[in-house]
Every structure is written in C-alpha cells, then in structure tokens.
C-alpha cells in the first residue's frame, strides 16, 4: 500500500522577531518539533548564532518592502513578532507601515496564514497608544486578505521579560516603595510556557478563517499582587505606600531609577498599565489545548527559568579583557552583580585548567588566603560551614563536591569550574573559572556572580569591593603562575 504521506511538503514556516523575547523563544521550539523555518531579520548574523544549522536566515527589515520579498517565497505560515515600543518618534506610524508591508509581501507570496500576537484590552475604552497600535496592526494584518490568528495577551511573565524584570527590581530594590494607583488595576498575566503553548497551536488549528483570541494566565490579579508573589517566592517583605496622583511620566522617570527599564519604554508600560487586561472572551481556553497555570507557578518558573539561563551565559563582550571591571562594583545583570576578569597564559588549556581544577581544601585559594579563613571563621561564627570540609580529593572533582564553604555546581574537565556558596551571605553568590584557547596559549576567565538580597545584600556586595579587588586579582594572577 502506498504511503499517503509520500510526496507531502512539509509547511515552511516564516518567523519575523526571530531576535526578540518571544520569537527568541519560539525559534528552538519550532526547531525542535521537526519544523522547516526561515527568519528574517535586519541583523541576521545575530540570529544566525542562535539558530539551529537547518534554519535559513534572511536579511530583511518589515519597514523595507522589497527586501521581504524573498523571504516569503514558498513560506506557509508567517509569525509576526515585531512591534516598535522601543523606537524613537512615532511608534504608531512604524508599527502601521511594518504590518502593511508585511501583510502586502505575505498576500504577494501566497502565505496561507498569518500568526500575530497583540495586546489585551477591550475596544470599548479609550486604549493607551500602546495598546491601541497593537490592536492596529492586526486589523492592517487581516485587511491584507491572508487569514490572521491574533492572539491577544496581557503581561508576560518569563525571566528576562519587560514586566517581570520591571517587577523583580522593584520589590528587590524597594523594600518600602510609593505606588501609583495602576498597582491596582487588574491584569491576567500569562507564563511565556503557556503564550509559546498557544503560538505553537496556531499551527494546528484547522480552516483558513481569521480569529482572534484573547489567552492569559489562570489568575486575575495587579502588579501589585504579582509583587507579593515574586516577594514571597524570594523571602523579601515589601510595604507600599499609595499615592493618589502619580503620572505615567513621573512614574516613567522613577522606573528608569530603580529598574532596568529606560524611561522612554517605561512610560509607554505604564500607559499601557492603566487599563485592565483580562480576557473576556474564554474562546482560547475553550477551543486549544493549552491549560494555563496560574501566577504562582509563572513566577516560580521564571525565576528557575533565569537561574538556568544566567548560569549557561558566557562572559565575553560585557567585561574587561584587561582584567578589571569596567564599572565601579561590578557588570549588572538583571539584578545581579558580576565581576568578571581575564589572563592569557604562554600554555595549552589543559595546562592553565591543572591549578583550576586543585582549587581549595590544602591547596588554598592562591591569594590571600589568610582572608579566605578569616570569611571562614567568620561564617562559622554565624552558623555557616565555614572552612573546616575541605575536598574529598586533592585533584579530582565532581558535581556535588565541597569545596570548603563552596560546592561544585558544574565542572567540564579542562574547560570549566562553577562553584555555588554555601557560606551565609545576604543573596546567592558563584565562582566561574572558564579556560579556552588553542595549543599554544590559553585564556582564563574568572568571574565572581552575586544575586543580592534587598538593600543588605547589595550593602555586602559594596562593602567588600575593595577586599573583592585585592582577593580576585591576586587569585587569577596567581592561578596564571601555577599553570606555567
């Protein structure tokens, strides 16, 4: 019997925003469940990198018309990912002349379907511009005459994402904090597991009719709420004072303060903020097959989800080659504070792994080590483990292993060393010693990563820079010694 299948092409699937939040997200999902996928993007050496070697990657920029023609040739399905929240002028326009163009290239091409995520809010309101030019350009997307799936969402809660990283600096940097009354307006945060769960159903979905559907989150609650959930999930207290009158443009400036956010981006949140986003039509929930968790959970697995993906970060570009920091008190990342520091040794990688791979225990920690004890006596004064464990080998390690007051997170022979404290510190605190090269001369990496809690935990951070200068200095300097 023949194959029913034979000869079937598979759908080729286009996504625009490849570089962005979620479509950096949805790229490897995509990838993963055998799809044939093509990006375009105005940087394509960037996506290239993070692409699997079966996606093709074309150069093309929505606001370019002729140079989307290309990338649409053949394609199936188009996921439209791209918004212009963070440009300068009128967003409005660029948003506008992004869909049309990006619609008229998919009409030209013959696209079957687009997929489109917008924003929530209702149409009986008077929208913030943000939310409003969302809405916009799945309008534009369906006048185009391709069939659109617009997917509706609120705040995305994932780590690394706009409002969960707007969230996490305040509550870990204002223990007592001044809010506005859009704390309190309701929302239906959605975990970006759930929002890719729908993006990919999309694929799934029979017919060729347009449809829009409204998803998020199990729970209805503010961003004040969502505040105490990160706060009681990381053991932080937090007081907020209400204010009567604060307006998107004090609160924009206050934001770019105490948060990662710059001020042009945070007044177009806020705008956005002070307008519930819940879903009123459950036709989603109804009719896919995603079960959205609720805001316990979305906050619990970004904050695992942030934990896996700073430890897989390599330092490279952010840091000094030369050896010191290039900002007072260490690089930040997210809310965390790195300080990361380079050597390059006459000698293979192996041979500049060997004093790496001895660290601890009799060996010492190559610098003054007589500070090394005294934070080891110190800690055993406070109840920690202090010095006194060692390691249970002089040479070999493994994950799991103690290192005095540190323990072996992840370790690949001649290559890499992460250690994670157990000492008593205000936060969470690592060690990374990485080592590449070629057989002639090797490059130490060692970086020292600390995750502060409150106001205490950057108060040590800062108060021990100055001995942190003299101790890691001296270490990768006299590691590079060992290893000649």
Same mark, same amino acid.
């Given at each position: 019997?023949?194959?029913?299948?034979?000869?079937?092409?598979?759908?080729?699937?286009?996504?625009?925003?490849?570089?962005?939040?979620?479509?950096?997200?949805?790229?490897?999902?995509?990838?993963?469940?055998?799809?044939?996928?093509?990006?375009?993007?105005?940087? $394509?050496?960037?996506?290239?990198?993070?692409?699997? $070697?079966?996606?093709?990657?074309?150069?093309?920029?929505?606001?370019?018309?002729?140079?989307?023609?290309?990338?649409?040739?053949?394609?199936?399905?188009?996921?439209?990912?791209?918004?212009?929240?963070?440009?300068?002028?009128?967003?409005?326009?660029? =948003?506008?002349?992004?869909? @049309?163009?990006?619609?008229?290239?998919?009409?030209?091409?013959?696209?079957?379907?687009?997929? !489109?995520?917008?924003?929530?809010?209702?149409?009986?309101?008077?929208?913030?511009?943000?939310?409003?030019?969302?809405?916009?350009?799945?309008?534009?997307?369906?006048?185009?005459?391709?069939?659109?799936?617009?997917?509706?969402?609120?705040?995305?809660?994932?780590?690394?994402?706009?409002?969960?990283?707007?969230?996490?600096?305040?509550?870990?940097?204002?223990?007592?904090?001044?809010?506005?009354?859009?704390?309190?307006?309701?929302?239906?945060?959605?975990?970006?597991? =759930?929002?890719?769960?729908?993006?990919?159903?999309?694929?799934?979905?029979?017919?060729?009719?347009?449809?829009?559907?409204?998803?998020?989150?199990? =729970?209805?609650?503010?961003?004040?709420?969502?505040?105490?959930?990160?706060?009681?999930?990381?053991?932080?207290?937090?007081?907020?004072?209400?204010?009567?009158?604060?307006?998107?443009?004090?609160?924009?400036?206050?934001?770019?303060?105490?948060?990662?956010?710059?001020?042009?981006?945070?007044?177009?949140?806020?705008?956005?903020?002070?307008?519930?986003?819940?879903?009123?039509?459950?036709?989603?929930?109804?009719?896919?097959?995603?079960? $959205?968790?609720?805001?316990?959970?979305?906050?619990?697995?970004?904050?695992?989800?942030?934990?896996?993906?700073?430890?897989?970060?390599?330092?490279?570009?952010?840091?000094?080659?030369?050896?010191?920091?290039?900002?007072?008190?260490?690089?930040?990342?997210?809310?965390?504070?790195?300080?990361?520091?380079?050597?390059?040794?006459?000698?293979?990688?192996?041979?500049?792994?060997?004093?790496?791979?001895?660290?601890?225990?009799?060996?010492?920690?190559?610098?003054?080590?007589?500070?090394?004890? @005294?934070?080891?006596?110190?800690?055993?004064?406070?109840?920690?483990?202090?010095?006194?464990?060692?390691?249970?080998?002089?040479?070999?390690?493994?994950?799991?292993?103690?290192?005095?007051?540190?323990?072996?997170?992840?370790?690949?022979?001649?290559?890499?060393?992460?250690?994670?404290?157990?000492?008593?510190?205000?936060?969470?605190?690592?060690?990374?010693?990485?080592?590449?090269?070629?057989?002639?001369?090797?490059?130490?990496?060692?970086?020292?990563?600390?995750?502060?809690?409150?106001?205490?935990?950057?108060?040590?951070?800062?108060?021990? !820079?100055?001995?942190?200068?003299?101790?890691?200095?001296?270490?990768?300097?006299?590691?590079?010694?060992?290893?000649?």
């Amino acid at each position: 019997m023949a194959d029913p299948t034979a000869g079937r092409r598979t759908p080729l699937i286009l996504l625009s925003g490849a570089s962005g939040y979620v479509g950096g997200r949805l790229l490897p999902l995509l990838e993963e469940q055998g799809h044939r996928v093509r990006c375009v993007a105005r940087r $394509p050496e960037v996506v290239r990198q993070k692409a699997g $070697p079966s996606t093709e990657v074309f150069g093309g920029d929505v606001l370019d018309r002729s140079s989307l023609d290309a990338a649409m040739q053949g394609v199936d399905v188009a996921y439209y990912l791209v918004h212009s929240m963070g440009s300068r002028g009128s967003f409005e326009e660029a =948003d506008r002349r992004g869909a @049309l163009n990006f619609s008229q290239a998919a009409k030209a091409a013959g696209v079957r379907r687009i997929v !489109y995520l917008g924003g929530l809010g209702s149409d009986e309101e008077s929208l913030s511009p943000h939310l409003r030019s969302r809405q916009e350009v799945g309008r534009i997307l369906a006048r185009s005459g391709v069939p659109v799936l617009e997917f509706r969402a609120s705040i995305v809660i994932g780590s690394g994402s706009l409002s969960f990283e707007m969230i996490r600096a305040l509550v870990e940097r204002l223990p007592i904090m001044i809010t506005p009354s859009w704390v309190n307006v309701l929302a239906q945060p959605i975990a970006i597991d =759930d929002l890719l769960d729908y993006l990919m159903a999309a694929l799934e979905i029979p017919g060729s009719d347009s449809g829009i559907f409204e998803i998020g989150g199990a =729970d209805q609650v503010s961003y004040g709420g969502i505040m105490r959930v990160y706060a009681r999930q990381r053991g932080l207290r937090i007081h907020m004072l209400r204010v009567p009158v604060l307006t998107p443009y004090l609160s924009s400036l206050w934001l770019g303060l105490v948060t990662p956010l710059y001020a042009r981006i945070g007044r177009k949140l806020i705008e956005s903020i002070v307008h519930p986003t819940v879903v009123r039509d459950d036709t989603a929930l109804r009719t896919l097959p995603v079960r $959205p968790m609720g805001i316990e959970e979305a906050v619990r697995r970004a904050l695992t989800g942030e934990e896996l993906e700073f430890a897989a970060t390599r330092w490279s570009d952010a840091f000094s080659s030369g050896g010191e920091p290039r900002s007072w008190g260490g690089v930040r990342f997210g809310s965390r504070l790195v300080d990361s520091r380079t050597v390059t040794v006459p000698v293979p990688p192996a041979a500049a792994f060997q004093p790496i791979q001895k660290i601890g225990g009799d060996t010492g920690w190559y610098a003054w080590d007589w500070l090394w004890h @005294l934070r080891g006596f110190l800690d055993l004064l406070a109840g920690g483990v202090g010095m006194r464990r060692g390691r249970p080998h002089p040479t070999a390690l493994r994950v799991g292993d103690t290192l005095d007051f540190w323990r072996v997170e992840a370790f690949e022979p001649g290559r890499r060393l992460r250690l994670v404290a157990e000492m008593k510190v205000p936060g969470r605190a690592w060690l990374e010693f990485e080592v590449m090269g070629d057989t002639e001369s090797a490059t130490i990496r060692q970086t020292a990563i600390f995750d502060p809690l409150g106001l205490l935990g950057r108060a040590y951070w800062y108060g021990l !820079y100055p001995v942190h200068q003299l101790v890691f200095h001296g270490m990768l300097r006299a590691i590079a010694s060992a290893s000649l």
